[in-house]
């Protein structure tokens, strides 16, 4: 059902094609939002066709497409990003720089509002590129907000149907393993998740309406869990065990430094010594409860059977 709202406002978004932008675009859409959305040249990526929503062809970085983006907007929600890449000069070009400069072309046009999808790891930026990337990108938006009110929104672990990335883990759940990184604090660690649709309301909701201005926060479906209670809230979801499957330092750490070798040749390799960083960090954990009051397991089972 489509809502009439008259002189509706106009977001700009930048990631409107991803695992997390999809599901925006629908939150705003019904929420009577219009959409001017950012789409790299050629791209098949314009999978929604709705009136309310105008394509604008660019790059991030670029000054004539950010302008363009940024033209007759009242706010901007910029999600795009990246999460894997073969350099760290790459990480901060598009991660950094290019929020600096979206947030120097939205404030130069006019716009009320910025919101940044960031991620948890920017809490340690020490860990990795992408993490020092992030943190970085937040600063960049601070510098150049200008008059614009910003909102950072830092995200824990996403989780949700359509995420490419990790559709390979669940299939191990599926099997009742959950491989977990060991080492000392193998008992210990924890983590963060939040449900994409969870985070696609807090996105244009809250961080829309003016109660988040000003401020870097963070949401999860649930804000701390062990991974041995991960596996069983797992169990709980899909009926039947899953036991988290320990895997020795002695065994990941090589395999790390191969890909991170890999990666910047040949863009090839996910688990970097980076990202097993960021993985044996002992606390990703959100310390004010901000929970969303979804059902975890429901959404595990569905994401889990359905992947």
Excluded at 25 to 48: D, F, M, N, W
Excluded at 248 to 264: D, E, G, M, S, W
Aim: glycine fraction near 10%.
């Amino acid at each position: 059902m489509r809502i009439h709202v008259p002189n509706p406002k106009i977001i700009a978004l930048t990631g409107a094609t991803g695992f997390v932008g999809k599901i925006v675009v629908r939150e705003l859409l019904k929420k009577g939002y219009h959409i001017q959305a950012l789409v790299r040249p050629g791209s098949h990526g314009k999978t929604v066709q709705d009136d309310r929503i105008q394509w604008v062809e660019g790059t991030l970085g670029d000054l004539k497409s950010e302008t363009a983006l940024c033209k007759g907007v009242d706010m901007v929600i910029h999600m795009a990003g990246l999460v894997t890449t073969r350099t760290k000069a790459e990480y901060y070009r598009i991660n950094a720089d290019a929020v600096g400069s979206l947030a120097k072309a939205a404030n130069k046009a006019g716009v009320k509002r910025f919101v940044y999808l960031s991620s948890i790891t920017a809490q340690q930026p020490q860990l990795s590129d992408y993490a020092g990337s992030k943190r970085a990108g937040e600063g960049a938006l601070s510098r150049k907000l200008g008059r614009m009110k910003g909102v950072v929104m830092r995200a824990p672990a996403v989780f949700g149907l359509g995420d490419v990335v990790t559709a390979p883990f669940y299939g191990f759940i599926r099997k009742g393993r959950l491989p977990v990184p060991g080492g000392r604090a193998f008992k210990t660690r924890k983590i963060s998740l939040l449900y994409v649709d969870d985070l696609a309301e807090y996105l244009t909701g809250a961080c829309l309406d003016g109660s988040c201005d000003g401020r870097t926060v963070s949401i999860a479906t649930r804000p701390s869990l062990t991974w041995q209670e991960f596996a069983e809230e797992c169990s709980l979801a899909v009926g039947r065990p899953v036991k988290t499957l320990r895997l020795p330092l002695f065994v990941l750490y090589p395999i790390a430094a191969i890909n991170t070798v890999t990666k910047r040749v040949f863009g090839i390799g996910h688990l970097t010594l980076g990202k097993l960083r960021e993985f044996l960090y002992e606390d990703w954990s959100i310390d004010i409860d901000l929970s969303t009051g979804t059902d975890l397991q429901s959404v595990l089972r569905k994401t889990i059977l359905d992947a």
